[in-house]
Nanobody
Framework: QVQLVESGGGLVQAGDSLRLSCVAS????????MGWFRQAPGKEREFVAG????????YYPDSVQGRFTISKDDAKFTMFLQMISLKPEDTAVYYC???????????????WGQGTQVTVSS
């Protein structure tokens, strides 16, 4: 088992930046595909960034490419999502997630954080 806790969300204006953090505890010595997802009210959950267990492969959808950056600090068991040039359409609850079955990509995560709200005003 692994537990994930996100932080760093908040209310910002369009064009601002935020950095989300996801601290992992528990069986962190295992290899996981990891990533960030978001869900806006009335919409399906959306993938926004993914990383292989060693950071060698990174993935972004077109909607955030160039604005979002995923990274991790293994020594602190922490994963980050740096977001710049935020837009109102980025408003959502953001979740970090780990996939124990696919170490290269969070295909079907089996571990999720509780989520952190990001609200971008226009």
């Amino acid at each position: 088992q692994v537990q994930l806790v996100e932080s760093g969300g908040g209310l910002v204006q369009a064009g601002d930046s935020l950095r989300l953090s996801c601290v992992a505890s528990g069986r962190t010595f295992r290899k996981y595909g990891m990533g960030w997802f978001r869900q806006a009210p009335g919409k399906e959950r959306e993938f926004v960034a993914g990383m292989s267990w060693n950071g060698g492969h990174i993935y972004y959808p077109d909607s955030v490419q160039g604005r979002f950056t995923i990274s991790k600090d293994d020594a602190k068991f922490t994963m980050f999502l740096q977001m710049i040039s935020l837009k109102p359409e980025d408003t959502a609850v953001y979740y970090c997630a780990f996939d124990s079955k696919n170490v290269n990509y969070p295909q079907e995560p089996d571990y999720w954080g509780q989520g952190t709200q990001v609200t971008v005003s226009s």
